[in-house]
């Protein structure tokens, strides 16, 4: 389970691990802070940050477990990639019973993300997000600090 990474672009496998709402929350955060997203582009990275733990979270409740989170950084966006075993595609509730816990997770995916989508798999399916990258700094190093 040792993550793989290129330059703008990171996996890793999931299988059989314990705690992966965690682990993926920790290895995005390790990706956001070697792409400069942390320092000046806090909302957004923390926008990262929940969309990652609400795809892996449905993974983890509703599919038997994520296999693997894929992130893959350009210019324009961040993609997210969660891939499962069960080949049923996530429903989004209209209306979650606010007498039960949950039921919000692809609700806030609709909200933090530019658009989100769900990918049939030979064994399963990948549901991925997309979020817009921070504008970027003149120098090119990092997102453009706010005002």
């Known amino acids: 389970m040792e993550p793989r990474s290129t ?3 990171r ?3 999931l299988t059989g691990a314990t705690d992966a709402v965690t682990r993926c929350r920790d ?3 390790d990706a956001l802070i070697d792409w400069h997203w942390m320092a000046d582009a806090r909302d957004d990275s923390e926008d990262v940050l929940l969309l990652v733990s ?3 979270a449905n993974a983890c409740l509703h599919a038997g477990g994520p296999r693997t989170l894929l992130l893959e950084c350009t210019e324009e966006r961040l993609r997210v990639e969660v891939t499962d075993g069960n ?3 996530p429903i989004p509730r209209s209306r979650p ?3 039960r816990p949950g039921g919000y997770g692809l609700l806030i995916v609709e909200r933090i993300s530019r658009r989100w989508g769900t990918q049939p798999l030979a064994d399963g399916k990948c549901v991925w ?3 817009a990258s921070p504008p970027r700094s003149p ?3 990092g997102p453009r600090p706010g005002p």
């Open 11 to 13: 996996s890793l496998a």
């Open 7 to 9: 330059d703008r672009r």
């Open 139 to 141: 120098d090119g190093q």
């Open 87 to 89: 080949p049923a595609a």
């Open 97 to 99: 019973d606010p007498a």
């Open 129 to 131: 997000a997309e979020i």
């Open 54 to 56: 609400e795809v892996v």
């Open 27 to 29: 290895f995005t955060r």
